[in-house]
């Protein structure tokens, strides 16, 4: 965790205490289980007796349960009610569910629409075939930094915002941030040019995927969607040619729907197609930006 910065720290309207305790219950990941004072003092860089009042205050309010046998905490229903009030409040993650679907069966892939959580994206809505070997699900963090999803989630944002960002993934990466941000411009290139991005082997070695973001008019987001597969089966070439130019119809057909307009025809990935025959240029303005905020 980072400690409240200069902005948080001198502004009167933000709550520290809040904050922490927020901070405690972030701590608990899926599939973690039970975590002692310690573990969560180390997860978020505060003092341990920090901690444990924090813990035992959040064991009153119910949102912790203490488990003494081990001296440890697990979520309490409490807690797991914000969690799932908010997927029931997440009009786009029901809406997508048929798109999703269609497309994971047209694919043979696992198709998953994700929002931003500091340098992570979070998956709030997840379709996959049982044969599929990727083991994520609701609730599963994968870094914005080097997947489909994140950096079309990262070429979404106003350059504001993205400069921002950036500059925290700079700080958070050190030495292996030069490699990073070339994949990065190269997915800005991409996206400018065909609406996806692609990561081949650059996050985990046997995946392949790509991502197209999604931008609604109510102020919310944006998002991102993903499509991804075995690298076996989802080669370079058929992400470039078939899975990219599907997803961003997909995508499009899913803004339209929340917009109240008609669905797109199979004429998106015919001029996706189109467009894919021809040779990108090397750099670009869109690589340009991101050089300006190194």
Known sequence: MKRPGKKAATDRSFVVALSRGLEVLRAFR???????????????????????????????????????????????????LLGYAALANLGVRHLSEPFREQLMRETGGAVAIGGRDRL????????????VNVQLDVGSRIPIATT?????????????????????????YGSRWPKI???????????????????????QDDVHAVGVALKLNDGTGPYAVNCGAPAFRFTEERLRTDIGPRLVAMVRNI???????????NQTNNQSNKELNKKPKPGGKVARVAEGIR
Do not use: C
Not at 151 to 172: N, T
Not at 255 to 265: D, F, S
């Open 148 to 172: 489909a999803m994140g950096r079309a989630y990262i070429w979404a944002l106003p350059d504001d915002e993205r400069a921002a960002l950036m500059r925290d993934m700079r700080e958070h």
């Open 181 to 203: 941000r070339d994949g990065i411009e190269r997915a800005g290139e991409t996206v400018a040019k065909y609406g996806f991005t692609i990561s081949a082997g650059e996050w």
């Open 30 to 80: 899926p599939n973690d289980g039970l975590l002692g004072n310690q573990e969560i003092a180390a997860r978020t860089n505060l003092p341990k007796p920090t901690v444990s009042r924090l813990t035992y205050t959040l064991t009153k309010l119910g949102y912790l349960t203490p488990v003494p046998r081990f001296e440890k905490y697990q979520l309490a229903p409490s807690a797991l």
């Open 120 to 131: 992570s994206m979070i998956y709030f809505g997840q379709s996959r075939h049982g044969v």
């Open 255 to 265: 803004e339209a729907a929340l917009g109240g307009l008609a669905p797109q025809t």
